[in-house]
């Protein structure tokens, strides 16, 4: 089916060293690496970040996703998360251009200006991790 037609893609573009160099890449990534701290890192950020969760993605789980959200709230960044549904895991962003679409759309249409600027639901969130 559908992963057997993608790891055949897979096998005949990709050299399998470069597969274990990327794995390897995405499991000991870390943000505190050159700034003494996660939060030291996430502090330089002056972006506004959107992270999209996927419900099926065993690479990078929805949970791992939300609490990476929750880990920049903390640290002052002005980020968003949002979770879609699907059953292709990782791959959703290939095979499911719609859902892609409908979460991206509306970031990406956002003058650039409005997008570093902080949102309200931003400020709440912030007020709420603050207690104040």
């Not at 959107?50 to 949970?63: A, C, E, K, R």
């Not at 699907?86 to 859902?99: Q, R, T, V, Y």
Request: net charge negative; with cysteine.
């Amino acid at each position: 089916g559908y992963l057997d037609y993608q790891g055949k893609i897979f096998v005949d573009r990709f050299d399998a060293n470069s597969y274990l160099a990327l794995s390897k890449a995405m499991d000991t990534f870390d943000f505190a690496i050159g700034y003494g701290s996660e939060e030291a890192a996430f502090e330089r950020i002056r972006a506004r970040v959107l992270l999209v969760g996927i419900s099926s993605d065993w690479l990078f789980p929805p949970g791992d996703v939300s609490a990476l959200s929750c880990r920049m709230l903390s640290a002052g960044v002005n980020t968003r998360y949002v979770e879609f549904s699907s059953g292709h895991g990782h791959d959703a962003f290939l095979a499911e251009l719609d859902a892609v679409r409908a979460t991206l759309g509306p970031e990406l249409e956002t003058p650039i200006g409005e997008r570093s600027a902080p949102t309200p639901e931003f400020l709440r969130m912030i007020a709420k991790l603050k207690g104040s």
